[in-house]
């Protein structure tokens, strides 16, 4: 797991410099933060799963497209989870807003939380079968327990 963690960070890392640097360029281009953010944030998760996919996730068997499917669900609740981080970082320090960099330490910030959610994410639902397979064996353990309750209470 630890070589798996390294490797999502470089390859986190690169998609995250790809994405900071496109937030950057579109913010000074004119585009409103916002849209700035969400189009560097795709521009990001397409560079992240394709790395993860090809060098780093490989036990899991099901077709590309079914992984990049679930890749983007989590992505996306990692995309909230940017915005709203980078926004509530603007709004809680207002010393952040005044700085001459502050949009870009706030989305940086957030990029950097978010990283922690997108490997436990990744390696455990989109690259290990999927959010379907989570949520079969949730209910396979839970009724394995249920069933191992009802043999003790007796």
């Known amino acids: 797991m630890i070589n ?9 890392g690169t998609a995250a410099a790809s994405n900071i640097g ?12 916002w849209l700035s953010i969400c189009l560097a ?7 992240n799963f394709s790395l993860n ?4 996730f490989k036990q899991d068997n099901r077709k590309t497209i079914f992984q990049a499917q679930t890749f983007f669900i989590l992505a996306v609740i990692g995309l909230i989870f940017t915005e ?3 926004h509530l970082i603007l709004i809680q320090f207002v010393a952040v807003q005044d700085y001459l960099y502050g949009k870009d ?6 990029v950097g939380m978010v990283m922690i959610y ?4 990744h390696r ?4 290990n079968g999927g959010i379907r397979y989570r949520i079969q064996q949730f209910h396979l353990n839970r009724s394995k327990i249920k069933k191992t309750s009802q043999f003790s209470n007796k």
């Open 4 to 12: 798996q963690f390294i490797l999502y960070v470089l390859f986190a």
């Open 22 to 33: 496109l937030r950057w360029f579109l913010s000074h281009i004119g585009l409103q933060f």
């Open 41 to 47: 944030y795709l521009t990001g998760m397409f560079i």
């Open 53 to 56: 996919k090809f060098f780093n």
């Open 84 to 86: 709203a981080i980078s």
């Open 105 to 110: 330490l706030a989305h940086i910030a957030a």
């Open 118 to 121: 997108s490997f436990l994410a």
């Open 124 to 127: 455990y639902i989109t690259f």
